[in-house]
């Protein structure tokens, strides 16, 4: 199945570049059939701005292949013990569940795609999400959905320079208060060779701590 959607994914990323060749070749054709082309050095000009198709080509395939970026992924991969602390009111000690989560590359090594089980509240909690780096964004990207709702969260960010620290935001609907779009940072610090931290703020938390929600993955031996 995997190889089909990679190969599916291929047909169609060569499909939208012959699509885009055609289309730009068309419209300058029509340009110079309808007189648009006023002067011979005007016509010139635009064709040298015109991407040739092996460039266009190339121009994808270096936005689509997986790079030095995605590499710094392969430290999650592997299967993990985790401890999640829920600070549910100011001052008050958090709540804490124990669970799992396994991460493995998918798609060529472009994303790691993590499977989290553990509890909320006393009830099941099922997790599951992806995490890449964008060639075209220049920005890390990822996407989480859970047996908890109906919604797909999506965020943005970047990393430091020690390499250690993805910072991202992203938005978030608050049902119990009515509060849509709300801005969220979420933070993953790795903090050892086997230890990460996984963090939610809640920036709309003013004065005070804006950590809401804090994972603790060790890697299992």
């Known amino acids: ?28 054709d ?16 635009h064709d040298q701005d015109m991407p040739s198709e092996e460039e266009m080509m190339q121009l994808w395939m270096e936005v689509a292949a997986p790079g030095e970026q995605h590499a710094k992924l392969g430290y ?24 799992t989560a396994t991460m493995e590359w ?36 990822s996407v989480w959905a859970s047996n908890m709702g109906t919604n797909i969260s999506y965020m943005e960010g970047t990393i430091d320079q020690t390499g250690k620290v993805w910072s991202y935001f992203g938005s978030m609907d608050e049902w119990m208060t009515g509060e849509h779009d709300k801005t969220v940072k979420y933070v993953t610090r790795i903090t050892g060779k086997d230890t990460f931290l996984f963090e939610i703020h809640d920036l709309a938390i003013v004065p005070g701590e804006t950590k809401v929600i804090e994972i603790q993955y060790t890697r299992k031996k």
Request: charged letters at 20%; proline letters at 4%; aromatic letters at 10%.
């Open 1 to 28: 199945m995997r190889i089909r959607i990679l190969a599916g994914t291929f047909v169609l990323g060569a499909a939208c570049a012959l699509i885009a060749t055609n289309a730009i070749s068309q419209q300058h």
């Open 30 to 45: 029509h340009d110079h059939d309808n007189g648009h082309a006023h002067d011979h050095d005007g016509a010139a000009g």
């Open 76 to 99: 999650f991969v592997g299967d993990w013990d985790t401890v999640t602390r829920m600070w549910m009111a100011p001052g008050q000690p958090p709540a804490e569940e124990t669970g």
């Open 106 to 141: 998918d798609f060529g090594k472009r994303f790691i795609h993590q499977q989290y089980d553990s509890t909320m509240m006393g009830m099941p909690y099922h997790g599951g999400g992806l995490t890449g780096y964008d060639n075209y964004k220049k920005k890390w990207v």
